[in-house]
Structures are given as structure tokens and as C-alpha cells.
């Protein structure tokens, strides 16, 4: 998969999200929403299978200088997932269990190609809050 010369932060956006999409699709996932969006939250990419509604974060770098790409989801923007997801859920009415995925790929800046594509399944589950309930 190409898209040309891949020096503008955008097109290494878009190029890797849809080298997402490509990849949930060959896993048997239904793209629900592409950047979707609700006030200040968004989620790159959400899908579903029979039993699963993935909220998936894409992260696509040109290098590596000490942090693979998937390192790049900070505490805040699993934080702001879990809530786009909430209000997504909320919103659709989703049955479905939910699913926060990362997917991490590294490209080469020079001739566009995937050099890696990671999928993490999972790759965080939020913390469970209650209360006026002892757990």
C-alpha cells in the first residue's frame, strides 16, 4: 500500500487509517464510523464484529526515536476514548461488549511503505467506578 511521499502529518494520518480500516476489515471487522466525532471527543476508527464494538485509536509514525507509535496513547487519550465510547454506546444503544484497540504502524518516509502494521487488541481496559459501593 502507497500514497505517495509521506511528508505532511496528514496524509501519514489518513495513509495509516486507512491501512486500518483494511486490516480490521481482513480480521472480519464492520467499519462503523471513521472519525467520528461528539463535542470535543473523537475515535479514529469504530467497528464491530458479531459480539464486539472495537474503539480503536490509530497511530502512524514515518520513525522511531525511542517510542513505537502505539506508545503515543497517553493516559489522556485513553481517558478521552473511554468517554467518546460512553457517549457513543449511550448515543447508538449498543449492545455490544466494548473494546479499546490500538493499532501502531511505522512507515517509511521515503518510499511510503509499511514497514509494521500491530494491532492491540485490548490494549487497555478502563477502570470500573462505583459509587457508594465498596468492590
Known amino acids: 500500500m502507497t500514497f505517495g511521499h509521506l511528508h505532511i502529518k496528514n496524509e501519514v494520518g489518513v495513509f495509516g487509517e ?5 486490516l ?3 480480521k472480519g471487522f464492520r467499519i462503523l464510523e471513521r472519525n467520528w466525532k461528539m463535542g470535543h471527543l473523537e475515535v ?5 464484529d458479531k459480539t464486539t464494538i472495537a474503539f480503536v485509536e490509530v497511530k502512524t509514525r514515518t520513525s522511531v526515536f525511542g517510542k513505537r507509535p502505539e506508545e503515543f496513547v497517553d493516559k489522556d487519550k485513553r481517558h478521552h476514548m473511554v468517554s467518546a465510547a ?3 454506546i449511550k448515543t447508538k444503544r ?9 493499532i501502531g504502524i511505522l512507515t ?3 518510499n511510503s511503505q509499511i514497514l509494521e502494521i500491530e494491532h492491540y487488541e485490548g490494549a ?11 468492590i
Open 124 to 134: 487497555f481496559i478502563p477502570k470500573l467506578r462505583a459509587y457508594g459501593v465498596q
Open 24 to 26: 480490521l476489515k481482513n
Open 44 to 48: 479514529d476508527i469504530i467497528a464491530e
Open 94 to 102: 449498543s449492545t455490544k461488549t466494548p473494546r479499546f484497540d490500538i
Open 108 to 110: 517509511d518516509k521515503d
Open 86 to 88: 460512553n457517549v457513543y
Open 18 to 22: 486507512n491501512a486500518a480500516v483494511d
